[in-house]
């Protein structure tokens, strides 16, 4: 039984920092892809940033040199640091599993982030 588990999300003021972990249970982090997502109501999903797993990471345009994804396989743990944050990073945060050896992808439930004085 494979569950993702957000957390970390919360109200920070424009040009604060939040670090949002994801947590995978189910023996299929080491040979996962990892990504971040956000979607806003009326929105699609959209990527953020992902990282392989051998470590190579992707990002969006619009949080390049802002936010920094990385993983701790020892925890079975992807996060997503974010710096710099800006009123239009509003959204949930949603972590996705893509395991190397399987068709299936799996989500968390999201977690909320606010940027706003």
């Known amino acids: 039984q494979v569950q993702v588990v957000e957390s970390g999300g919360g109200l920070v003021q424009p040009g604060g920092s939040l670090t949002l972990s994801c947590v995978v249970s189910?023996?299929?982090?080491?040979?996962?892809?990892m990504a971040w997502y956000r979607q806003t109501p009326g929105k699609q999903r959209e990527l953020v940033a992902g990282?392989?797993?051998?470590?190579?990471?992707n990002y969006a345009d619009f949080v390049q040199g802002r936010f920094t994804i990385s993983r701790d396989n020892a925890k079975d743990t992807a996060y997503l640091q974010m710096n710099n944050l800006k009123v239009e990073d509003t959204a949930v945060y949603y972590c996705?599993?893509?395991?190397?050896?399987?068709?299936?992808?799996?989500w968390g439930l999201g977690t909320q982030v606010t940027v706003s004085s």
């Open positions: 189910g023996r299929i982090f080491s040979t996962s892809a």
């Open positions: 990282i392989t797993n051998g470590g190579t990471t």
């Open positions: 996705n599993v893509t395991p190397t050896f399987s068709p299936n992808e799996y």
